[in-house]
């Protein structure tokens, strides 16, 4: 492989956090910069699955909650193929929420284990950063109101705030707490270094699998 595989990095976090903002500007910055990088969101709303979890979020339609945990899975595994492909051509993916949102908001709801909220999604690809962007929920709300979809209010986010928490003690895993409180561009800077210093160390290196 000549150049070597990209990495996959995942950024993680509560609502308003910055995702969404960080990982469009980091895929930016290192196209801009000359690497190959392409973003990517889970849910990806645009596929047939996508649509239905899209009207679930949208509260236009009602699922049970097995049911819409193990299509979120899906969403994921739909895209696995391209995924491989892209991170063997050399081309590091971005992604804007992975699996681990998948376990944290199902496992924050009423009888659900992390175990059993974990295994659809184990084999899926390894990512090789996870930056989880940590925002108190008052400087959240200072960056708006919570939007109309489903999980949008306080006390289940509070949950979900406990389950990423269990996640992040996995040290199998490679997380790095970004402090989201920064400003964009400071916040930016930093998570540009890390990712490609995590893009340097990975290149020869076999992708791994997920929670196997
Ligand atoms: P997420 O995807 O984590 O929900 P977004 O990237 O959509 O978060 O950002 C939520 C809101 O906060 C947006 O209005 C965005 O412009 C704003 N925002 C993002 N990052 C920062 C920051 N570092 N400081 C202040 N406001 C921010
Ligand atoms: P965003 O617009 O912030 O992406 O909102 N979710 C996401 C799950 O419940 N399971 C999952 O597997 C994933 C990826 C988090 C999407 C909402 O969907 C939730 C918030
Ligand atoms: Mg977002």
């Known amino acids: 492989m000549a150049g070597g595989r990209g990495a996959l990095i995942v950024l993680e976090g509560m609502d308003r956090a910055g995702k969404s903002t960080q990982s469009r500007r980091l895929v930016q910055a290192l196209q801009a910069a000359g690497h190959r990088a392409d973003l990517l969101r889970f849910p990806e709303r645009t596929t047939e699955i996508g649509q ?31 995924m491989k492909e ?9 992604v804007d929420r992975y699996a681990f949102s ?60 406990q389950s990423f928490h269990h996640l992040m003690n996995e040290k199998t895993l490679n997380w790095k707490t970004m402090d989201a409180s920064k400003s964009i561009e400071d916040l930016h800077r930093e998570i540009k270094t890390v990712a490609e210093k995590t893009m340097q160390e990975v290149k020869d290196k076999p992708l791994g699998e997920l929670w196997k």
């Open 52 to 82: 239905l979890i899209g009207a679930y979020l949208a509260r236009e339609r009602e699922l049970e909650d097995h049911a819409v945990h193990l299509l979120f899975s899906a969403n994921r595994w739909e895209h696995v193929t391209s």
């Open 86 to 94: 892209k991170l063997h051509q050399g081309i590091t993916l971005v």
């Open 102 to 161: 998948g376990v944290a908001f199902t496992s924050a709801k009423e009888n659900f284990c992390l175990e059993w909220c974990k295994q659809p999604d184990a084999g899926l690809p390894k990512p090789d950063l996870i930056l989880f962007l940590q925002l108190s929920p008052e400087e959240a709300a200072a960056r708006g109101n919570f939007g109309r979809e489903r999980y949008e209010n306080g006390p289940f986010q509070k949950k979900v705030l």
